[in-house]
Structure formats: structure tokens, C-alpha cells
Nanobody
């Protein structure tokens, strides 16, 4: 059974940092795209960053502006999202998602991903 489990969320003050992790089980992360998404209260799901595990290429949404970094630890079947300079508008539930990927650059479009974690809450106070 394919499972993705997020961890690392919590409450942080504006300007602070959090490191989210996505642990995959039931499959190995070879030739997959892993994406991070978030959903703020009352809003739709928004793509943040993605990585293709075959070559480590990444792609970020425009709003990231260098504040977030996605990385892969294939040996541990894990993907992390380092978030720095957090803002109150970064508050929301953060999800990781996976999809088998043929090799071109990944995209942070939710409809392209087949497997989803349950999410982890990130709250940034002002």
C-alpha cells in the first residue's frame, strides 16, 4: 500500500523556520515526482515546490522566492521542505503528493499527482 506521511508542522513566529518531512512507504521513490502543496482556510490547494527523484531537478511556484527549499533523501525514501522567513500568509495545511513521472520537469499542479498524505498544520503567528 502506497503511503505518504507528513511531519514537522507546528506553530512558529513570523520570520521563523520549519522543516517538513514526507516519508514514503509501500513504494520506492525512483522515477517519481514529489510535490508539496498547501491549503489555507477557505482557499484552494496551492502548489509550492516539486522534485523529480530520478535527477533531483526541482521547480518552485513563483511565490516561493527562494524562501523554501525542497530536497530528496532517496536512501531514506524521504522528501523535505525547508521553509525559512515564514509569513502569516504561509499558514495552512501542508501536503506532500507523489506521481510516477516520465522524466521531464515536474509541475506543481495538484491534478497530476496520484498519492497524497494526510497533511500537517503550519501556523505562522504575526
Amino acid at each position: 500500500e502506497v503511503q505518504l506521511v507528513e511531519s514537522g508542522g507546528g506553530l512558529v513566529q513570523a520570520g521563523g523556520s520549519l522543516r517538513l518531512s514526507c516519508a514514503a512507504s509501500g513504494f520506492t521513490l525512483d522515477d517519481y515526482a514529489i510535490g508539496w502543496f498547501r491549503q489555507a482556510p477557505g482557499k484552494g490547494r496551492e502548489g509550492i515546490s516539486c522534485i523529480t527523484t530520478s535527477d533531483g531537478r526541482t521547480h518552485d511556484a513563483d511565490f516561493v522566492e527562494g524562501r523554501f527549499t525542497i530536497s530528496s533523501l532517496n536512501a531514506k525514501n524521504s522528501i523535505t521542505l525547508q521553509m525559512n522567513s515564514l509569513k502569516p500568509e504561509d499558514t495552512g495545511v501542508y501536503y506532500c503528493a507523489a506521481a510516477k513521472w516520465p522524466g521531464f520537469r515536474c509541475e506543481v499542479v495538484a491534478a497530476l499527482y496520484d498519492y497524497w498524505g494526510q497533511g500537517t498544520q503550519v501556523t505562522v503567528s504575526s
